[in-house]
């Protein structure tokens, strides 16, 4: 599961495009993550430009 | 509002491709409706706005407007890791760096007079498919969701687009295949007004470059865009390294914080199945070696348009009608953006050592030819002259 810092997305929506399974997801309130759909690859962690996300936990 | 739950063809998205594909397929007679689910077309961008002469015109436009104009571009400046660079002043790498939120406006404003109808925060949720046929799209208006029908379905949904896995076409990126990008628009910075300024190094920019394109007066976007593996850190660490021992760049203000990713490959062989087209980044026609995708995108959504209007009144919107958009684009620009990728390959490849060679070896109009893919064959024959880069020249030809 993915953990979005609102604080530092910019909502480009670039690690969308990385995401094989398609469980990111850009919403007027910024990226939410699907942790049905999630399997921690970390490929949009290792994308975003500002280090906006990280792998949580569940 | 003035909306129809009926259309020949919708287009998810209201960028460039999403305005070229609106405005061909509305010229050539066909209902059409453009759907943005931003508020505001064209904001934020996420783009350094550089848009060169040749680019426009591919896009139709013969004319600059000083409505979006914000520098008239005479050429570029190329920096090698150790400082080292070439000028290229040449009547080919014309151009100018544009507002984009008043160009992607413009564009769309052509798709609307066109005959489309546009409408903003409006959203694609999903595809309404029928016996696994994909019959139109559920949308999302404001607040109010509903259903929208239609013979085509052109998806311009730029780099987040979800819409082509939705109807069975992988865009999927891998890292080495999109640019993790940042960017400042910054006031009050001293650069060259006339020039593009490009600096290449793994040091300064794994997998990609810094660009600094001035926007008019005192002001510049300043950006960056890295790739896995050559990155070793975040784009925005780079680019904050890169300002902060430039004191031209050091001493201004940011008006603007941009991100993004670019496509820089993945070049697709299939965009289409039954009843829907993939245009734009959402296609990955983006130029491989600079990113360039503003006209990419425009000239992709026109073929999409056209083609759409031609399957509609031959009543044929099968996968292998519309796969002759696959032909005309691969005919028009995907030949030529496979053999740029092919060159981006090479130039990822550099060490500092071989580029600040380079720097030594490449004259300004050498850079012209190469990023038109024209001539790759003499970048070979002088890399060829450097032992350690034989192997690598070699792919060139
Ligand atoms: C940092 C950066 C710098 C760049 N610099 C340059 C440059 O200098 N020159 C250049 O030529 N190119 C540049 N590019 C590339 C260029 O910006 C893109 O290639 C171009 O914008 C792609 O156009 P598009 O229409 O395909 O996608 P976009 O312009 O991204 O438009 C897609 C639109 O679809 C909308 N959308 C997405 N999903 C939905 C949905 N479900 N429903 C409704 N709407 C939706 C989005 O909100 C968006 O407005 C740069 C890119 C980046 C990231
Ligand atoms: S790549 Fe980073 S900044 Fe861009 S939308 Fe994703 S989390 Fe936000
Ligand atoms: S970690 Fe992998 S699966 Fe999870 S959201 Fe990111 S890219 Fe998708």
Redesign the pocket.
Known sequence: MIE?NKN?????????SLCAVSA?M?TEH??KCDINKCVNCEA?VR????D??KIKDE | MLMKNEYDAVVIGGGPAGSGAATAAAKNGLRVLMIEKRAEIGSPKRCGEGLSKSAAERMGIKESDPAWVCQNIKGATVYAPNGKFARVDFPDSEGWVIERKIFDKNLARKAAEAGATVVSKTEAISLLKENDKIIGVRIKHQDEEMDVKAKIIIAADGVESKIAREAGINTTLKHEDIA?AAQYEMANVDVDQDRLELYFGNEIAGGGYVWIFPKGGKNANVGIGVRKPFAKRKAIEYLNDFINSHENLKKGSIIEFN???VPVGAIMKNMVTDNFIVAGDAAHQVNPIHGGGISESYVGGRIAGEIAAEAIKKDNTSKEFLSKYNDIWWNERGEKLQKIEKLRKVVESLKDDDLNWLADHLKGEDLVELSKANKFKFLAEIMMKRPSLLLLARKLI
Do not use: E, N
């Open positions: 979005v530092k997305c910019l909502r480009c929506g670039g690690c969308i990111l850009l910024g990226i949009c994308f975003c430009p500002v906006a996300l | 993790s991100t993004g990713g």
